[in-house]
Antibody
């Protein structure tokens, strides 16, 4: 069974950079699929951040205006997200997920990131 | 890319059937059979319930079924149970962006 687990800080100061890592077990990320990031502000819906192909190609959300960087670490079976210039509007639960085509199938449990000084 | 449109809430009594709609456009639901449905309980991650319009992953109850007609996909829950009370989201492939598009979400209440 594929399992994903997000890790990273729960609190980020305004203007700082958020760094999150997703550790995958039960599947080798270099074998296939896209691997992506989705967030959910408190009480709101799901929002795409971006996805990275197992080959390393990345696709990010135009609404985030190039604030997103994603990478793979196949030696650790992990992929990562960096989101720069954080503001209070970025407070959300951040999920990592496996993406067979456009829609996720397996999700991490999510990690709450709060932006506050 | 605008979100797919779902009703904000749907309710039903135990044992009844309910249907949640997910309306898109020709660039997404209308042109592709890559529509998925997710169930999300409070404080939990979304769980895949249906993919490719009507396919249930292993372990998902056969009380959940999916369909599509034109620009609208639908999720039907039959024999409604208390444990089905949750938020439900649809998602679709779209030609408008390189990422998918999520629905606005529907809160299902079991009366």
């Amino acid at each position: 069974q594929v399992q994903l687990q997000e890790s990273g800080p729960g609190l980020v100061k305004p203007s700082e950079t958020l760094s999150l890592t997703c550790t995958v077990s039960g599947y080798s990320i270099s074998s296939g699929y896209y691997w992506g990031w989705i967030r959910q502000p408190p009480g709101k819906g799901l929002e795409w951040l971006g996805k990275i192909h197992h080959s390393g190609s990345t696709y990010d959300s135009p609404s985030l205006k190039s604030r997103v960087t994603m990478s793979l670490d196949t030696s650790k079976n992990q992929f990562s997200l960096k989101l720069v210039s954080m503001t209070a509007a970025d407070t959300a639960v951040y999920y990592c997920a496996r993406i067979p085509y456009s829609n996720p199938d397996f999700w991490g449990q999510g990690t709450l990131v709060t932006v506050s000084s | 890319q605008s979100a797919l449109t779902q009703p904000a809430s749907v309710s039903g009594s135990p044992g009844q059937s309910i249907t949640i709609s997910c309306t898109g456009a020709s660039s997404d639901v209308g042109s592709y059979n890559y529509v998925s449905w997710y169930q999300q309980h409070p404080g939990k991650a979304p769980k895949l319930m249906i993919y490719e319009v009507s396919i249930r992953p292993s372990g998902v109850s056969n009380r959940f079924s999916g369909s599509k007609s034109g620009y609208t996909a639908s999720l039907t829950i039959s024999g409604l149970q208390a444990e089905d009370e949750a938020d439900y989201y649809c998602s679709s492939h779209t030609s408008s962006t390189t990422l998918g598009v999520f629905g606005t979400g529907t809160k299902v209440t079991v009366l």
